[in-house]
Protein backbone atom coordinates (compact mmCIF):
# COMPACT_ATOMS: atom_id res chain seq x y z
CA UNK A 1 0.00 0.00 0.00
CA UNK A 2 1.36 3.23 -1.43
CA UNK A 3 1.94 6.45 1.16
CA UNK A 4 -1.60 8.52 1.53
CA UNK A 5 -1.42 12.13 0.94
CA UNK A 6 -2.18 14.12 4.26
CA UNK A 7 -4.98 15.48 3.17
CA UNK A 8 -6.26 13.23 1.38
CA UNK A 9 -6.14 10.76 4.77
CA UNK A 10 -7.89 13.49 6.59
CA UNK A 11 -10.87 14.29 3.71
CA UNK A 12 -11.45 9.79 3.71
CA UNK A 13 -11.59 10.06 8.09
CA UNK A 14 -13.98 13.03 7.84
CA UNK A 15 -16.02 11.80 5.45
CA UNK A 16 -17.21 8.67 6.79
CA UNK A 17 -17.93 10.17 10.25
CA UNK A 18 -20.88 11.51 10.98
CA UNK A 19 -22.49 13.70 14.12
CA UNK A 20 -23.51 11.21 16.82
CA UNK A 21 -26.93 13.03 17.97
CA UNK A 22 -27.11 11.03 21.02
CA UNK A 23 -28.98 13.48 23.43
CA UNK A 24 -28.87 14.38 27.40
CA UNK A 25 -29.73 16.32 29.83
CA UNK A 26 -27.40 18.35 31.67
CA UNK A 27 -27.10 21.25 34.76
CA UNK A 28 -26.20 24.43 33.53
CA UNK A 29 -23.23 24.25 35.55
CA UNK A 30 -21.74 21.69 33.32
CA UNK A 31 -23.10 22.43 29.71
CA UNK A 32 -20.12 24.90 29.35
CA UNK A 33 -18.18 23.84 25.89
CA UNK A 34 -21.82 21.51 24.91
CA UNK A 35 -23.88 21.99 21.82
CA UNK A 36 -27.76 21.99 22.15
CA UNK A 37 -29.60 19.52 21.14
CA UNK A 38 -32.84 21.38 20.53
CA UNK A 39 -33.70 25.49 20.14
CA UNK A 40 -33.50 27.33 23.55
CA UNK A 41 -37.09 29.39 24.04
CA UNK A 42 -37.13 31.99 26.57
CA UNK A 43 -39.43 30.72 29.57
CA UNK A 44 -40.17 34.01 30.50
CA UNK A 45 -39.69 37.34 29.36
CA UNK A 46 -36.73 39.66 29.78
CA UNK A 47 -36.83 42.49 31.46
CA UNK A 48 -40.40 41.22 32.94
CA UNK A 49 -41.21 45.02 33.30
CA UNK A 50 -40.32 48.70 32.74
CA UNK A 51 -37.21 48.89 34.70
CA UNK A 52 -34.87 51.51 35.64
CA UNK A 53 -31.75 50.97 34.15
CA UNK A 54 -29.91 53.88 36.36
CA UNK A 55 -30.53 55.28 40.03
CA UNK A 56 -32.41 58.40 39.94
CA UNK A 57 -36.37 59.22 40.01
CA UNK A 58 -39.25 58.02 38.03
CA UNK A 59 -41.50 60.79 36.85
CA UNK A 60 -43.65 62.41 34.43
CA UNK A 61 -41.92 63.74 31.35
CA UNK A 62 -44.35 66.11 31.31
CA UNK A 63 -44.00 67.75 34.64
CA UNK A 64 -40.03 67.92 34.04
CA UNK A 65 -39.46 68.35 30.59
CA UNK A 66 -37.29 71.82 31.76
CA UNK A 67 -34.56 72.33 34.12
CA UNK A 68 -36.33 73.90 37.31
CA UNK A 69 -38.79 71.54 38.01
CA UNK A 70 -40.13 71.49 41.39
CA UNK A 71 -41.18 67.52 42.11
CA UNK A 72 -42.53 65.82 45.55
CA UNK A 73 -40.89 62.55 45.89
CA UNK A 74 -44.01 59.99 47.51
CA UNK A 75 -42.22 56.76 48.02
CA UNK A 76 -39.14 54.82 46.73
CA UNK A 77 -39.36 51.58 44.11
CA UNK A 78 -35.26 49.40 45.04
CA UNK A 79 -35.07 46.50 43.29
CA UNK A 80 -36.77 43.73 44.08
CA UNK A 81 -39.70 46.15 45.95
CA UNK A 82 -42.12 47.46 43.46
CA UNK A 83 -43.98 51.38 44.72
CA UNK A 84 -47.69 50.26 44.84
CA UNK A 85 -48.77 53.58 44.00
CA UNK A 86 -48.92 55.70 40.92
CA UNK A 87 -47.36 58.62 40.30
CA UNK A 88 -49.65 61.81 39.59
CA UNK A 89 -48.73 65.49 37.93
CA UNK A 90 -45.74 67.04 39.91
CA UNK A 91 -44.56 63.73 41.66
CA UNK A 92 -41.60 61.51 41.76
CA UNK A 93 -40.69 58.38 42.97
CA UNK A 94 -37.05 57.28 44.35
CA UNK A 95 -35.87 54.65 42.46
CA UNK A 96 -33.36 52.53 42.11
CA UNK A 97 -31.21 50.29 38.91
CA UNK A 98 -33.41 47.15 38.22
CA UNK A 99 -36.49 48.34 40.17
CA UNK A 100 -40.11 48.29 38.50
CA UNK A 101 -41.15 51.67 37.17
CA UNK A 102 -44.02 52.36 39.16
CA UNK A 103 -47.62 53.29 37.09
CA UNK A 104 -48.04 57.16 35.84
CA UNK A 105 -44.34 57.31 35.15
CA UNK A 106 -42.49 57.42 32.08
CA UNK A 107 -38.64 58.66 32.54
CA UNK A 108 -36.15 58.57 35.12
CA UNK A 109 -33.99 61.48 36.26
CA UNK A 110 -30.88 60.97 37.27
CA UNK A 111 -30.34 61.17 40.89
CA UNK A 112 -26.86 63.69 40.10
CA UNK A 113 -29.42 65.61 37.76
CA UNK A 114 -31.68 66.35 40.81
CA UNK A 115 -31.06 68.94 43.64
CA UNK A 116 -33.07 67.75 47.34
CA UNK A 117 -34.42 70.65 47.98
CA UNK A 118 -36.68 70.59 52.21
CA UNK A 119 -40.06 69.18 52.85
CA UNK A 120 -38.96 65.87 50.73
CA UNK A 121 -38.79 67.96 47.21
CA UNK A 122 -36.44 67.59 44.29
CA UNK A 123 -35.41 70.04 41.49
CA UNK A 124 -34.07 68.81 37.92
CA UNK A 125 -30.74 70.72 36.92
CA UNK A 126 -30.66 68.78 33.55
CA UNK A 127 -32.65 68.73 30.30
CA UNK A 128 -34.91 65.22 30.34
CA UNK A 129 -35.55 63.57 26.95
CA UNK A 130 -38.79 61.59 27.60
CA UNK A 131 -38.35 57.44 28.36
CA UNK A 132 -35.00 57.67 29.53
CA UNK A 133 -32.87 55.53 31.23
CA UNK A 134 -36.20 53.23 30.74
CA UNK A 135 -35.69 48.97 30.09
CA UNK A 136 -38.78 48.37 28.40
CA UNK A 137 -40.48 45.13 29.03
CA UNK A 138 -39.24 42.47 26.68
CA UNK A 139 -36.15 44.49 25.20
CA UNK A 140 -33.76 41.77 25.69
CA UNK A 141 -36.42 38.52 24.95
CA UNK A 142 -39.77 37.67 25.18
CA UNK A 143 -41.45 34.38 26.32
CA UNK A 144 -41.38 31.50 23.55
CA UNK A 145 -38.36 33.45 21.61
CA UNK A 146 -35.83 31.12 20.52
CA UNK A 147 -32.63 32.94 21.71
CA UNK A 148 -30.35 29.73 20.90
CA UNK A 149 -30.80 27.89 17.95
CA UNK A 150 -30.03 24.42 17.90
CA UNK A 151 -26.32 23.69 17.19
CA UNK A 152 -25.31 26.11 19.36
CA UNK A 153 -21.63 25.94 21.50
CA UNK A 154 -22.15 27.32 25.44
CA UNK A 155 -19.63 29.50 26.18
CA UNK A 156 -20.23 31.97 29.36
CA UNK A 157 -22.37 34.78 27.23
CA UNK A 158 -24.42 31.95 26.36
CA UNK A 159 -24.64 30.23 29.84
CA UNK A 160 -25.45 33.42 31.24
CA UNK A 161 -28.64 33.69 28.98
CA UNK A 162 -30.23 30.38 28.96
CA UNK A 163 -30.06 31.57 33.10
CA UNK A 164 -31.90 34.45 32.42
CA UNK A 165 -34.21 32.04 30.46
CA UNK A 166 -34.78 30.49 33.03
CA UNK A 167 -33.45 27.19 32.38
CA UNK A 168 -31.82 25.09 34.99
CA UNK A 169 -30.68 22.24 32.66
CA UNK A 170 -30.10 21.77 28.88
CA UNK A 171 -30.61 19.23 26.12
CA UNK A 172 -27.11 18.47 24.44
CA UNK A 173 -25.54 16.70 22.77
CA UNK A 174 -23.29 13.63 24.26
CA UNK A 175 -19.72 13.79 24.52
CA UNK A 176 -18.04 11.08 22.16
CA UNK A 177 -16.49 8.33 24.14
CA UNK A 178 -12.64 8.02 23.02
CA UNK A 179 -11.14 4.85 24.48
CA UNK A 180 -7.30 5.04 24.22
CA UNK A 181 -5.00 1.70 24.62
CA UNK A 182 -1.23 1.59 25.12
CA UNK A 183 0.85 -0.92 23.88
CA UNK A 184 4.14 -2.22 24.49
CA UNK A 185 6.46 -4.31 26.90
CA UNK A 186 8.65 -1.40 27.48
CA UNK A 187 6.21 0.95 28.95
CA UNK A 188 5.32 1.36 32.22
CA UNK A 189 3.19 3.93 34.06
CA UNK A 190 4.20 7.18 35.56
CA UNK A 191 5.73 7.20 39.55
CA UNK A 192 6.78 3.17 38.60
CA UNK A 193 10.39 2.47 38.39
CA UNK A 194 11.20 1.32 34.96
CA UNK A 195 13.30 -1.81 34.17
CA UNK A 196 16.62 -1.70 32.67
CA UNK A 197 14.79 -2.00 28.87
CA UNK A 198 11.49 -0.43 29.69
CA UNK A 199 10.29 3.73 29.54
CA UNK A 200 7.50 5.81 31.14
CA UNK A 201 4.76 5.91 29.38
CA UNK A 202 3.57 9.25 28.28
CA UNK A 203 0.97 9.15 24.87
CA UNK A 204 -1.89 8.62 26.98
CA UNK A 205 -1.63 11.60 28.81
CA UNK A 206 -1.02 14.23 25.95
CA UNK A 207 -3.53 12.01 23.92
CA UNK A 208 -6.39 12.00 26.78
CA UNK A 209 -5.85 15.76 27.25
CA UNK A 210 -5.81 16.63 23.47
CA UNK A 211 -9.72 14.47 23.28
CA UNK A 212 -11.18 16.15 26.14
CA UNK A 213 -10.29 19.39 24.78
CA UNK A 214 -11.80 18.30 21.68
CA UNK A 215 -15.23 17.69 23.06
CA UNK A 216 -15.27 13.69 24.18
CA UNK A 217 -14.99 11.39 27.13
CA UNK A 218 -12.39 9.17 27.64
CA UNK A 219 -12.00 6.01 28.89
CA UNK A 220 -8.18 4.52 29.69
CA UNK A 221 -7.72 1.04 28.87
CA UNK A 222 -4.04 1.42 30.63
CA UNK A 223 -1.20 -0.47 29.19
CA UNK A 224 -1.02 -3.50 27.34
CA UNK A 225 1.68 -5.89 26.71
CA UNK A 226 2.86 -6.93 23.35
CA UNK A 227 -0.32 -10.07 23.60
CA UNK A 228 -2.38 -10.54 21.19
CA UNK A 229 -5.03 -12.38 24.12
CA UNK A 230 -4.33 -9.11 26.26
CA UNK A 231 -4.82 -6.91 23.64
CA UNK A 232 -7.98 -8.60 22.10
CA UNK A 233 -9.79 -8.12 25.82
CA UNK A 234 -8.70 -4.21 26.01
CA UNK A 235 -10.74 -3.95 22.73
CA UNK A 236 -13.65 -5.82 23.79
CA UNK A 237 -13.38 -3.52 27.10
CA UNK A 238 -14.19 -0.58 24.56
CA UNK A 239 -16.62 -2.42 23.12
CA UNK A 240 -18.46 -2.96 26.37
CA UNK A 241 -17.90 0.28 27.23
CA UNK A 242 -19.89 1.38 23.87
CA UNK A 243 -16.55 3.51 23.07
CA UNK A 244 -17.26 5.98 19.70
CA UNK A 245 -13.60 5.95 18.88
CA UNK A 246 -10.67 3.22 19.58
CA UNK A 247 -7.26 4.91 20.22
CA UNK A 248 -4.30 2.56 20.18
CA UNK A 249 -0.81 3.87 21.13
CA UNK A 250 2.06 2.11 19.12
CA UNK A 251 2.44 -1.26 17.71
CA UNK A 252 0.38 -0.73 14.27
CA UNK A 253 3.03 -1.05 11.86
CA UNK A 254 3.70 -4.78 10.85
CA UNK A 255 6.76 -5.54 12.76
CA UNK A 256 7.14 -8.65 14.50
CA UNK A 257 6.33 -7.23 17.65
CA UNK A 258 3.58 -4.92 16.18
CA UNK A 259 0.28 -6.40 16.89
CA UNK A 260 -2.20 -4.45 16.94
CA UNK A 261 -3.25 -4.46 13.59
CA UNK A 262 -3.09 -8.00 12.86
CA UNK A 263 -5.00 -8.15 16.36
CA UNK A 264 -7.87 -5.76 15.50
CA UNK A 265 -8.12 -6.93 12.15
CA UNK A 266 -8.71 -10.60 13.80
CA UNK A 267 -11.25 -8.97 15.91
CA UNK A 268 -13.19 -7.65 12.84
CA UNK A 269 -11.95 -4.02 11.90
CA UNK A 270 -11.88 -3.27 8.17
CA UNK A 271 -9.10 -1.01 7.65
CA UNK A 272 -9.47 1.69 5.51
CA UNK A 273 -5.91 3.04 5.23
CA UNK A 274 -2.32 3.10 7.02
CA UNK A 275 0.96 4.58 6.13
CA UNK A 276 0.69 8.32 5.77
CA UNK A 277 2.84 10.58 3.81
CA UNK A 278 4.11 13.06 6.51
CA UNK A 279 6.65 13.01 8.79
CA UNK A 280 6.80 12.43 11.65
CA UNK A 281 3.23 10.01 12.36
CA UNK A 282 4.05 7.78 9.02
CA UNK A 283 2.72 4.15 10.59
CA UNK A 284 -0.85 5.88 11.28
CA UNK A 285 -3.52 2.88 11.06
CA UNK A 286 -7.07 4.00 10.27
CA UNK A 287 -10.19 1.80 10.13
CA UNK A 288 -13.58 0.47 12.03
CA UNK A 289 -15.14 -1.79 14.15
CA UNK A 290 -18.94 -1.93 12.92
CA UNK A 291 -19.64 1.56 14.02
CA UNK A 292 -16.40 2.42 16.21
CA UNK A 293 -13.96 4.26 14.61
CA UNK A 294 -10.35 3.12 15.03
CA UNK A 295 -7.34 5.11 15.12
CA UNK A 296 -3.86 3.85 15.66
CA UNK A 297 -1.06 6.09 16.68
CA UNK A 298 2.62 5.86 16.32
CA UNK A 299 4.48 4.70 19.27
CA UNK A 300 6.94 7.90 19.43
CA UNK A 301 5.18 10.56 21.58
CA UNK A 302 5.80 13.46 19.30
CA UNK A 303 4.66 11.50 16.36
CA UNK A 304 1.09 10.41 18.47
CA UNK A 305 0.41 14.14 19.12
CA UNK A 306 0.95 15.33 15.26
CA UNK A 307 -0.90 12.85 13.99
CA UNK A 308 -3.82 13.37 17.48
CA UNK A 309 -3.92 17.02 16.24
CA UNK A 310 -4.49 15.95 12.67
CA UNK A 311 -6.38 13.29 12.63
CA UNK A 312 -8.06 12.31 16.15
CA UNK A 313 -9.15 16.37 16.90
CA UNK A 314 -11.18 16.75 14.02
CA UNK A 315 -12.93 13.45 14.12
CA UNK A 316 -13.61 14.13 17.66
CA UNK A 317 -15.00 17.86 17.10
CA UNK A 318 -17.26 16.15 14.20
CA UNK A 319 -18.47 13.40 16.11
CA UNK A 320 -19.38 15.98 18.58
CA UNK A 321 -20.86 18.54 16.20
CA UNK A 322 -18.05 20.99 17.35
CA UNK A 323 -16.79 23.42 14.53
CA UNK A 324 -13.36 22.72 13.77
CA UNK A 325 -10.59 24.29 15.33
CA UNK A 326 -8.89 26.79 13.70
CA UNK A 327 -5.10 26.24 13.99
CA UNK A 328 -3.64 27.27 10.41
CA UNK A 329 -1.47 30.28 9.94
CA UNK A 330 0.92 32.03 7.96
CA UNK A 331 4.61 33.10 9.49
CA UNK A 332 7.90 33.84 7.41
CA UNK A 333 10.95 30.98 8.32
CA UNK A 334 13.61 32.85 10.17
CA UNK A 335 16.01 30.47 8.22
CA UNK A 336 16.36 28.61 5.02
CA UNK A 337 14.02 25.03 5.00
CA UNK A 338 15.48 22.53 2.86
CA UNK A 339 13.89 21.13 0.20
CA UNK A 340 11.73 18.35 0.79
CA UNK A 341 11.62 14.74 -0.29
CA UNK A 342 7.96 12.58 -0.82
CA UNK A 343 6.72 13.19 2.94
CA UNK A 344 4.71 15.93 4.56
CA UNK A 345 6.91 17.70 7.31
CA UNK A 346 5.40 18.73 10.14
CA UNK A 347 8.69 20.71 12.01
CA UNK A 348 8.33 21.67 15.01
CA UNK A 349 9.19 25.37 16.04
CA UNK A 350 8.89 29.03 17.72
CA UNK A 351 6.91 31.64 17.07
CA UNK A 352 7.75 35.74 17.42
CA UNK A 353 6.76 38.55 16.25
CA UNK A 354 8.73 40.10 13.36
CA UNK A 355 8.80 44.53 13.35
CA UNK A 356 5.80 44.21 10.50
CA UNK A 357 3.52 42.13 13.46
CA UNK A 358 3.70 39.11 11.47
CA UNK A 359 5.04 35.77 12.85
CA UNK A 360 8.31 34.53 12.18
CA UNK A 361 8.88 31.06 12.30
CA UNK A 362 12.26 29.63 13.65
CA UNK A 363 12.47 25.63 13.55
CA UNK A 364 14.30 23.73 16.24
CA UNK A 365 17.36 22.43 14.99
CA UNK A 366 16.76 19.04 16.30
CA UNK A 367 13.34 16.79 15.40
CA UNK A 368 13.82 13.58 16.16
CA UNK A 369 10.25 12.17 16.70
CA UNK A 370 10.82 11.01 20.31
CA UNK A 371 12.31 14.37 22.00
CA UNK A 372 9.17 15.50 24.12
CA UNK A 373 10.87 18.54 25.59
CA UNK A 374 11.00 20.48 21.92
CA UNK A 375 7.37 19.93 21.32
CA UNK A 376 6.42 21.11 24.86
CA UNK A 377 8.94 24.16 24.03
CA UNK A 378 7.29 24.50 20.32
CA UNK A 379 4.61 27.29 19.24
CA UNK A 380 3.52 26.04 16.28
CA UNK A 381 4.68 23.27 13.31
CA UNK A 382 6.01 24.45 9.60
CA UNK A 383 4.14 22.49 7.17
CA UNK A 384 6.58 21.58 4.47
CA UNK A 385 4.68 19.98 1.68
CA UNK A 386 5.91 17.10 -0.51
CA UNK A 387 8.62 17.42 -2.77
CA UNK A 388 8.70 21.53 -1.86
CA UNK A 389 11.92 23.31 -3.04
CA UNK A 390 13.98 24.79 -0.77
CA UNK A 391 12.40 28.05 1.11
CA UNK A 392 14.41 31.21 1.86
CA UNK A 393 14.51 33.12 5.27
CA UNK A 394 11.97 36.03 4.99
CA UNK A 395 9.54 33.49 2.59
CA UNK A 396 6.20 32.84 3.92
CA UNK A 397 5.14 28.74 5.47
CA UNK A 398 2.05 27.13 6.33
CA UNK A 399 1.96 26.34 9.98
CA UNK A 400 0.02 24.73 12.45
CA UNK A 401 -0.40 26.51 15.27
CA UNK A 402 0.09 24.43 18.84
CA UNK A 403 -1.56 26.84 20.55
CA UNK A 404 -4.73 28.53 18.86
CA UNK A 405 -4.71 31.50 21.27
CA UNK A 406 -1.51 33.18 19.60
CA UNK A 407 -4.11 33.26 16.61
CA UNK A 408 -6.27 36.09 18.88
Known amino acids: MSLLP ?6 RLLNRATPLHRVESVSLDMAEGRVLSKDLKA ?3 QPPFDASAMDGYALRFEDASEPGAELTV ?5 AGHAFEGTVGKG ?6 TGAPVPAGADTVLLQEDAERLEDGRIRTTYPLRKGQHIRPRGQDFVEGETVLPAGTVMDFSRLTVAAAMNHPALDVYR ?4 AILATGDELVTPGSEPGPSQIIASNTFGIAALARSAGAHVLDLGIVPDDKAEITAAIGRAQVAKADVIVTLGGASVGDHDLVQATMLAAGMQLDFWRIAMRPGKPLMVGSLGETHVLGLPGNPVSSLVCGLLFLEPLIRKLASLPPVKREAVARTAVTLAANDQRQDYIRAT ?3 SADGGWLAEPFSK ?3 SMMKVFARSDCLIIRPARAPELA ?4 CPVLMLRPELLS
Open 175 to 178: RPLV
Open 367 to 369: QDS
Open 351 to 353: LTR
Open 6 to 11: VADAQE
Open 91 to 96: EAVRIF
Open 43 to 45: RLT
Open 74 to 78: IGTSP
Open 393 to 396: PGLP
